[in-house]
C-alpha cells in the first residue's frame, strides 16, 4: 500500500517541481498546493472507476494495483512536498555533467524538462514492470 501512495506523492512533486521556476510567494504556494490536490483527486478517480480502468487496462495484476490505489484515501494529504533541482543536479542525476554543459541551451532546457516529467516513472520502476504499467494508466496531464 506504503508503495502505491509513493505514485500519488511523486506526481504532486512533478508538478511542484514544474511550477517551482516562478518565484516563490504564499499565494504562488497556495496555488501549488491547491494544483496538488486536484491532481490527485482526478488520479484518484481514475482509480477508483471501474468502467476506465476496464477500457484502458489489459491485465489482471495491473487492475489489482489500479484498485488498490483507487482504494486509498486522499483527501487528507499528511505532508505536501516542494523539490527543487538545480540544473546541475538534473545534469549529474541522468547523465554526465560535462555531456550536458555542451549542449545548446535550447536542448538543455527540453531535456531538463524530460528528466523532470521521467522522475515519477523512474520511481515506479522500483516497483516493477506491473507498477510501471498500472501508473501509466493513472497519468494525467492538465
Known amino acids: 500500500m506504503k508503495k502505491y501512495f509513493t505514485f500519488i506523492v511523486v506526481f504532486?512533486?512533478?508538478?511542484i517541481l514544474l511550477c517551482s521556476c516562478?518565484?516563490?510567494?504564499?499565494?504562488?504556494?497556495?496555488l501549488l498546493y491547491s494544483k496538488g490536490l486536484d491532481?490527485?483527486?482526478k488520479v484518484?478517480?481514475?482509480?477508483?472507476s471501474d468502467e476506465y480502468v476496464s477500457l484502458v487496462n489489459p491485465t489482471t495484476e495491473a487492475s489489482d494495483i489500479i484498485k488498490e490505489i483507487g482504494d486509498s484515501n486522499y483527501s487528507d494529504p499528511k505532508s505536501v512536498y516542494q523539490v527543487t533541482l538545480s540544473k546541475e543536479s538534473v545534469a549529474f542525476i541522468?547523465?554526465?555533467?560535462?555531456?550536458?554543459?555542451?549542449?545548446?541551451e535550447e536542448l538543455k532546457k527540453e531535456l531538463e524538462k524530460r528528466s523532470i516529467?521521467?522522475?515519477?516513472?523512474?520511481?515506479n520502476a522500483l516497483q516493477g514492470s506491473t507498477s510501471i504499467l498500472a501508473t501509466s494508466f493513472l497519468v494525467f496531464r492538465g
Do not use: G
Not at 516562478?22 to 497556495?30: D, G, H, L, R
Not at 484518484?44 to 477508483?48: G, L, Q, S, T, Y
Open 12 to 15: 504532486m512533486i512533478v508538478l
Open 22 to 30: 516562478s518565484p516563490q510567494t504564499a499565494n504562488t504556494k497556495a
Open 39 to 41: 491532481l490527485i483527486q
Open 44 to 48: 484518484d478517480m481514475m482509480a477508483e
Open 94 to 104: 541522468f547523465m554526465d555533467e560535462q555531456k550536458f554543459n555542451e549542449l545548446p
Open 117 to 123: 516529467n521521467s522522475i515519477s516513472t523512474r520511481i
